[in-house]
């Protein structure tokens, strides 16, 4: 046994107080002020209790700073509110006033680039164009950062569980169509004469730039979360697949092949022919992708591990998309926008639906045990002891009546 060990076992325990003090900042210590009388020699109250004075009475930290002295500041409030403001990123449980702070953040952002980006001038008022233009740039913009949650959390969290890899899976497919289809209809010349030549040549391509920026940005992080669940869970987790949904992904598989090779051989379909099929492909996803998260979540009577937050920013896209496409009919007079593309127009409702019942099943029905398991998951994130700190404690437990004096 080394000289030192009492002085290292020493420094152990201070940073073991340490941590619990940083720890419990979310979870203040209840005291009952008429149930305690304090020693002022002692500070201990009649049971023997350690008690804090009056300024850290309900503070957890105030434990460490009568053995070791006062703790370092708390953070500027002007980090708190940067915090909230990143709490779309950040933030697991989804509390009230993250929720406020973070859809506030995303409103400020997607209206700062509409006010900053050209505008469309078909409206016949300026006002009301930049209005639509901030509503369009928000709901763009939420629904591209609903993504980053999901990988946050599963980072953090070093693992996936409570997401569904079936979900994953298929949001990968589906949006992989979505892509293809998008960069073809928007950079192939070939592709835009074979539509031009069927809907007139006046006809104007129905994808934008933006529409291909946020289908590979899709891809990409849709990618990512299930790359995340093969590395942190292994390729078992893949065994929880039903054989329904392996069914749905070998079919469009083979449709994705199939008609590219029908295609390429001109085969009774063309290019053109085979985007909208993609696309076709892309709604039968959006339609079933979420019930085995429903489920999931379900069974397990929790929606831990699934990120609230990217139903909330999908939810708030979602409403602002509907009434940006309300608004510019109704001021345009013509409402083919929304007769004209029924389809589009409620497989957005199917999502919306979808997220209705993930705002349920974690604020109302799964409420209490999602939050039990956040705290578990943040607890085995932050140990109080390291593995080669816990290892080193117990060789030199022999020497923890000293270290106990020289503490006391």
Known sequence: MSDESPAATKTMVRRVVARSAEQSTTTPLLADEHAVEANPASGQDVNGASSNNTNNENDAEGTAALIFGPSEPRRPSLRRILNLFLSPVTDEQGNAISVLMGLFAIFVVGSLIGFILPNDSKFPSQTYATVSSCLGYTYFFAWSVSFYPQVWTNSRRRTTQGLSVEFSALNVIGFACYTVYNVVLFTSPYVQSLYKERYGADAKIPVQSNDVAFAVHALCLSSITL?????????????????????????????????????????????????????????????????????LNWKRKST????????????????????????????????????????????????????????????????????????????????????????????SDENAPEVLSTLT
């Open 227 to 295: 790359a995340q669940i093969l590395y942190y869970d292994g390729i078992h987790a893949t065994q929880q697949m039903s054989r329904p949904v392996v069914l749905m992904i070998v079919l469009i598989l083979v449709i994705c092949v199939g008609g590219a090779l029908m295609s390429a051989f001109k085969m009774h379909i063309n290019w053109l022919d085979y985007v909208y099929v993609l696309s076709l492909c892309k709604i039968a996803v959006t339609l079933v992708k979420y019930t085995p998260q429903v489920y």
């Open 304 to 395: 831990a591990g699934w990120s609230v937050w990217q139903v909330l920013l999908d939810l708030t896209g979602g409403f602002l998309s509907n009434l940006q496409l309300v608004l510019d009919c109704t001021a345009l007079g013509d409402y083919s926008g929304i007769t004209g593309n029924v389809a589009k127009l409620l497989l957005g409702q199917v999502s919306i639906v979808f997220d209705v019942i993930f705002c349920t099943q974690h604020y109302v029905l799964y409420h209490s045990s999602s939050s039990t398991t956040a705290a578990a998951d943040a607890a085995q994130d932050h140990p109080l002891l390291s593995s080669q700190e816990t290892a080193s404690f117990h060789e």
